[in-house]
């Protein structure tokens, strides 16, 4: 039996499995505020919209698809600033879209289109739950091997297929996704030298930017403070 999508609502028992993924993020994506503060509660509050990517046969947690649904009106000028997208989630009453927050497969088992699964599930849960759209704050996987480019300039980047350069952007425009807009300041860490040094196993031993493995812009150091201000691009899928 293929891969399948369920909801920790239905399977609630591999809920508990999710350790079983390999973290493929860098340390210090774990330290912005918002995302500390929220991402813990989302599988007590949000339990239909959180999902693990499984293969009966092997028995296998293959990956994991966090979402929350939120109120959002449409236009551009609207869309939360990423992540912050959170802190608007878990004080709505009244949602009508639902936000895909992560879409991660296992390392081990990436390079076999699993990413689209889970993707395609949220997007079948929105239907299913009479939302409006799927939309994403959209991590670019390769963005951080071009730290110095504006995500403005590297969103236009294309293939000589006329597709997106950027694999995850691509993977959700075959899927169907618009790109709405980028979100400049998507996810923000604040931390001193010493974390920096202890997140990324580098020195910084001057103030100043630096370009730090993992991150999609440099990381700026000023009075013994590091700061990493992530960008994102915003997309939407239509229900299917």
Known sequence: MPAQIFSVAERPELEERLDEIIDPWPEFM????????????????????????????????????????LRWSGEIASLPEGVRVLEQAFAESDPNVLCALLAVVDERYQGQQLSGLIVGGMAERAQRNGLEYLIAPVRPTWKSRYPLTPIERYVRWQREDGLPFDPWIRLHHRLGAELLATAPASMEVTGSVADWESWTGMSFPEEGDYVVPGALVPVRFEGGMGRYVEPNVWMRHEPR
């Open 30 to 69: 774990h330290h912005d505020p918002v995302v500390r503060r929220f991402f813990p509660q989302l599988y007590e509050r949000f339990r239909d919209f959180q999902f693990v990517l499984y293969e009966p046969d092997t028995d296998v947690v293959l990956g994991e698809g966090c979402s929350v649904p």
